[in-house]
Structure formats: C-alpha cells, structure tokens
C-alpha cells in the first residue's frame, strides 16, 4: 500500500528565510507522480508543485523548489525568501501512475509558521 | 482551472440529523472525488463518483452512512447520514484537472455535531 510521511508537525521560519519541510513515500509503482498542497486557514487546497517520478530534473516553481531523490523515496520542499503568505498548512501526496492504485494518498501535514 | 464551489461552507448539526454537501463544479468532469479531514488530519478519501454510475467506496466508508449522488457531470452531493460527533469533520469535493494527474479541490464544508 501507498504511504507518505511528514515527520515534521509543525515548522517556523523568519520572513525572507529559507524553509524545508521533508516528505518520505512509499509505493511499489515505478511510475508516480508527487505533489505538495498547500493548505491555508481558509481551507483552500491549492497545488504547490508536482514532481513526475521519471523526471530526473527537480521541480521548481517560482520561490518553491523540491529535492526528489527517488532512490531514497524522498520529497521535500524548499521555500525560498519565506513570505507571510506561505503560513499555512502544507500536505505532501503521491499518485501511482494509473491503475486500480492511482488514488491520491496525503501526508499528515506540517503547519508552517513564518515570523515577520 | 476549475472553479469548485461547496454548500454549505460550514453547518453545526445535532446528532442524530443527516446533512447534504454539494459540490459545484463550473466545467464538466467524468470524476468527482470526496473526501474527509479530521481535525488536525489529513485528507481520507471517502468515494469517487462518477457520473451515471455508483460511486466507488474507500475502505472504512459505507453508502448508507455516507450516501453520494451525481446527477450529470457538473454537480454531486454528499449525505452524512445519522450523524455523532465523531463526523466533525471538513468535507472537500475535488475534481481531476484535464490531462494531468492533478487535482483541484473545493473550498471543504466545516462540519460540527454537536
């Protein structure tokens, strides 16, 4: 079965600052895609970035960046020059690629606080 | 991208009492997806509806408690049926964007049972 992780419950960063919140998956797929919702007290799930698992390159977007290391099954997100607005909560997923399996399977979450 | 709207945005309800979600999505879409988030949790998929057919149940989630209809393929509801407590939950509706293997998601239903 599919799994991700987010061993950090809660994150803070200085506004201007660099973050990185972790994300560890596993899945038996070889095709996959990931992705990092962001989830702020609105409620509003909004896509961050996605990362296609065959892609070598890493993902950016902007100030958000991620680290795929696909050997090591991980997935983090950089935020770069951190921003009032990123305080929220942010979600890491993986899909399988197709299949009965490609359903869209969440971490638990780190909530990110960012200090003016 | 899709415009997503959910009904109502928040309810306090008694247990006991059935609540109807509905999902309006602004184009047409073959899936529709339900999911719930306890508080502080993350997202569980409760169903996929598709249109024209019944809508396919994750484990732990059952048609009689949790009821779903999809009249055509830009609308869908969700019943929480019979509700306690224990179903304080937000409700979001998503919705697969074309060609990709994203998804959009509503703005979620806040739900207390008191």
């Known amino acids: 079965a599919q799994t991700v992780t987010q061993s950090q419950p809660e994150m803070s960063v200085q506004e201007a600052e660099t973050v990185t919140l972790s994300c560890t998956y596993d899945t038996s797929e070889s095709d996959y895609y990931l992705f990092w919702y962001k989830q702020p007290p609105s409620r509003q799930m909004i896509l961050v970035i996605r990362q296609e698992a065959y892609k070598q390159q890493n993902a950016t977007e902007n100030r958000f960046s991620v680290n795929f290391q696909k050997a090591a099954k991980s997935f983090s997100l950089k935020i770069s020059d951190s921003q009032l607005g990123d305080a929220a909560m942010y979600f890491c997923a993986c899909r399988n690629y197709g299949g009965a399996t490609n359903k869209l399977i969440f971490g638990t979450g780190t909530l990110l606080a960012v200090q003016p | 991208s899709a415009v997503i709207s959910q009904k109502p945005s928040r309810d306090i309800c008694q247990r006991g009492t059935s609540l109807t979600i509905q999902c309006q999505v602004d184009?047409?879409?073959?899936?529709m997806f339900w999911y719930r988030q306890q508080p502080g949790q993350s997202l569980t998929l409760i169903a996929t509806?598709?249109?024209?057919?019944?809508?396919?149940?994750e484990s732990g989630f059952v048609i009689d408690k949790f009821p779903i209809s999809r009249p055509n393929l830009t609308f869908s509801t969700l019943t929480v049926s019979n509700m306690s407590p224990e179903d304080s939950s937000i409700y979001l509706c998503s919705v697969p964007r074309d060609g990709t293997y994203e998804q959009y998601f509503g703005p979620g239903t806040r739900l207390t049972v008191t």
């Open positions: 509806a598709n249109q024209g057919s019944e809508a396919t149940y």
């Open positions: 184009s047409q879409v073959t899936m």
